[in-house]
């Protein structure tokens, strides 16, 4: 039974969506509560908001592994941040919040995206109910491996949590139709957990169409390590399309075609995401995977 | 006569594409010169690269007027910046400069677009050469009402200018065909530049379709000043289409929609470009206009 739900925005100061739709939604309530449990707000990151930043010191959803948490001798704006919100949501481990949903946006062209990190019948009838009623939606998963205290996700804090990921929105601007497919799809997130927790769920499809994280890949870089090539204009836009073997997924600045090596065809998610380039990440690679609803 | 160019690049810190063709050019400089001229390039607030913001605490582009630049007591980076770059390549008034190229990015789908702030016989062939050789670039003309000395640009250090300004891209992001139709411009800048020089500026089109500034139009705003709407996603990516009385502007967030209440249609560009949140504003309001080549 979920009883507490908090929705939060602003993680990354620089993606306004969430935060306005916070703003929203604080405004009337109402429309995000249902029968069966309590939802509230948090704005996660307004120190970065406020200077217009994804974040001011540290990247705010690196920061929630148990460790860190734990650890007083942290004292960045986000370490320090990272620890408030774990005691306004958590504490981790035996958390007052139930479940977390995290509004995200990318600049990549990844339309309304679901972020499932973890496995289980009531994610995979989430993500049913969620391809049923808004058939745009995507579903990535990339389920968490490790123990969730290890995980760095601030969504970790609850036993439960999804990711609002859409764009493209470019950093710093609200987008109208991004900015409603994050409102509806949490609507209906809410929507399944008022469902789930009243054991109403409707008959849903069988299975649902989803893709699985593989690895990040970079950016062609110089012999010193200085970024030398850009996404090959083939592959821009094309999140959640086939990217074969030879296919083009960079140009070099001096000229050079790069291609995917790979032996078998994957699929792109966060292509040239602005917030990768601090790490010179590229894209994600995924595999087309089907989730069983039962 | 234009005997000595200056490309400049990185004028905004977060705008990477001028940033990276000026790394390109600067590994290969014969590209960029012609016979009768010499090209120079400038990498203009690399400060504001290195922190990833379109500047450290004034906008470069803004620093330019003869007032500013003479004022000692001016200290901030970029006013001190924008000394250095006049003794570079001006100063202005006596400039070393014959012609600047700056260029520019926005986060709006303005397409590759020249922009002009001069009037005169070399902007019109300039402009009807640029459209015969690259029909996709729009020409947008704000051309200068006052004397240059009280002009803010960094282009207006040198007598004679113009603006390569391409779209859409994220802030902090490097798009191959934002990369392309950038460089096929300067390109074709350079090149007229110098059949100008040589006297041998073919036949081109008698008129030229363009667009003129009239104003910049501000997002709706609550009692106290705050941000409450965003554009409409109707008008949303329709730079320059025409903008009809009556037609919906904004949404604010609590749901009303704003219609454009003027007389006449009008255009618009720069149609919510992340960088003027920063003073709250929607876009720039542009009339329909002719060049007359001769």
Redesign the interface.
């Known amino acids: 039974m979920i009883k507490q739900v908090a929705v939060v925005g602003g993680t990354h100061g620089n993606e306004f969506t969430g935060i ?1 739709l916070l ?2 939604w604080e ?1 009337e309530p109402k429309v995000i509560t249902r029968p069966s449990f309590n939802t509230e707000t948090l704005f996660a990151n307004p120190q970065a908001f406020s200077q217009n ?1 994804r974040y001011v010191e540290h990247d705010l959803n690196r920061c929630f592994d148990q460790r860190h948490l734990e650890d007083d001798s942290l004292t960045s704006i986000e370490q320090v941040r990272a620890k408030e919100i774990n005691a306004l949501l958590g504490p981790k481990g035996q958390p007052r919040i139930d479940f977390i949903i995290d509004l995200h946006t990318t ?1 990549s062209n990844m339309g309304p995206t679901l972020l499932i990190t973890q496995k289980g019948a009531f994610y995979n009838q989430l993500a049913a109910y969620i391809s049923m009623e808004m058939p745009e939606v995507i579903i990535s998963c990339d389920e968490d491996h490790k123990a969730n205290e290890d995980h760095h996700f601030l969504s970790s804090i609850s036993k439960n949590s999804v990711m609002v990921e859409v764009g ?10 991004v ?2 497919a994050s409102e509806v799809m949490t609507h209906h997130i809410l929507d399944f957990i008022e469902l789930y927790n009243q054991d109403a769920v409707p008959a849903l499809p069988e299975t649902t169409d989803a893709y699985r994280f593989i690895k990040s890949i970079s950016l062609p870089v110089n012999d010193d390590g200085s ?1 030398n090539g ?4 083939d592959l ?1 836009d094309k999140d959640f399309t086939e990217i074969k073997p030879g296919q083009p997924l960079f ?1 070099t ?2 000229g050079e075609v790069v291609t995917y090596e790979g032996e078998k065809s994957v699929y792109g998610s966060f292509i ?1 995401e ?1 917030a990768y ?1 601090d790490n010179n990440l590229a894209m994600s690679l995924l595999e087309k995977i089907t989730l069983k609803t039962y």
Chains 1, 2 share one sequence.
Do not use: G
């Not at 493209?168 to 139709?177: G, K, M, N």
């Not at 850009?230 to 204009?233: A, E, L, P, R, T």
């Open positions: 306005y703003k929203k405004a930043k600049t493209p929105v470019p950093q710093s601007v609200i987008r109208h139709d900015f409603e970024r850009m996404i090959h204009k821009q140009l600045f001096d040239n602005a380039y």
